[in-house]
């Protein structure tokens, strides 16, 4: 089997690709033919040495997979060869073969298509559950930041599915396509007093929830929160370092927002029916994805344009 490895923590010049024997699958496991191996942000920050679940080099990249069980190990009950599994790994997805817990292994629908899956594995379960424990219900107003990436867009779509009022924060070069996945309003958060535009689209009710992948909490957000708004931060961006301002916290408290963190990984029991009914919708056709393929020995050109921005929809690693 083949794998990449980071060999060093850096830039994407540090993935290597490593041939060694396929492995065997242990008591409790699974051994899976990759089909698709999802490319995230998660990557990039384990690969540049700031995840903290991964904590020294060399290491095996990449944790999200979708592919074909081959090999079964002692006490496994419920798979078969040849099942189409998922699942979020703890590390080593970019490579033809994985040995994975079968507790972990998420059963795929026969013929589901094994790219589409792993495109909607993490970052589709995280929209998923952020709006369910936002309580994301029909004549809210949502605002998303980052709209135009790949959990944004997956997000506007489930939201506009509850007869959500949506607000996408995105570049201007991707206004147009978070406005086809459904957002009603589209404002650049680069732009200064881009919430002035915000505020004259959604009117005096403001935004009920704000899910945000950015972590500028210097944002104009805060005045457009309505009364007992939740405000989730699931990501941050490095060059937004700002403090919470001593003057807006009055206003959280005379309004009662909920201000909170996120992270999948604290809710990995409600991942199997988030995916579930995921799965549903992109079987029934509501949902919209754009999948990028390049072959798994281009993961380090395919790191270094997806740094770049220079990639689009859901970018996928194949064997």
């Given amino acids: 089997m083949n794998f990449i490895e980071a060999s060093k923590f850096g830039g994407p010049e540090m993935l290597t690709v490593v041939e060694v024997p396929t492995p065997t699958p242990t008591e409790g496991t699974l051994l899976v033919e990759i089909k698709a191996a999802r490319v995230n942000y998660a990557d990039i920050m384990a690969r540049s040495g700031f995840y903290p679940r991964v904590q020294k080099a060399p290491f095996p990249v990449g944790f999200e997979i979708a592919g074909v069980v081959k090999g079964i190990g002692g006490g496994v009950e419920g798979f078969k060869e040849g099942d189409s ?43 998923y559950i952020l ?9 809210d107003t949502v605002l998303i930041s980052a709209a135009g990436g790949g959990l944004g867009n997956i997000a506007v779509q489930l939201a506009k599915a509850r007869g959500a009022k949506v607000v996408g924060l995105t570049s201007k070069s991707k206004f147009e396509a978070v406005r ?32 945000d992948s950015i972590g500028d909490l210097a944002t104009e957000a805060f005045s457009l929160m309505s009364q007992s708004a939740q405000w989730i931060i699931f990501g941050v961006r490095s060059d937004m370092r700002h403090a919470l301002p001593f003057e807006v916290i009055p206003a959280m408290i005379e309004k009662n927002i909920t201000f909170r963190g996120f992270n999948l990984e604290g809710s990995l029991h409600q991942v199997q029916q988030a995916l579930s009914a995921l799965l549903k919708l992109v079987g029934e056709g509501k949902l919209k994805f754009e999948i990028t393929k390049y072959p798994l020995r281009e993961a380090a050109k395919v790191h270094q344009l997806f740094e770049g921005r220079k990639t689009s929809g859901k970018i996928v690693l194949v064997p």
């Fill in 85 to 127: 599994v998922a699942a979020i790994t703890q590390g080593g997805g970019y490579a033809t073969h994985a040995v994975i817990p079968a507790a972990t292994a998420i059963p795929l629908p026969v013929g589901f298509d094994h790219a589409l899956a792993v495109a909607v594995l993490v970052q589709g379960v995280t929209a």
């Fill in 180 to 211: 086809c996945f459904g957002a009603d309003h589209v404002a650049d958060y680069d732009d200064t007093g881009w919430a002035a535009s915000v505020n004259k689209a959604v009117g005096d009710k403001g935004i009920q929830a704000y899910f």
């Fill in 131 to 139: 709006l369910d424990e936002a309580k994301v219900k029909e004549g």
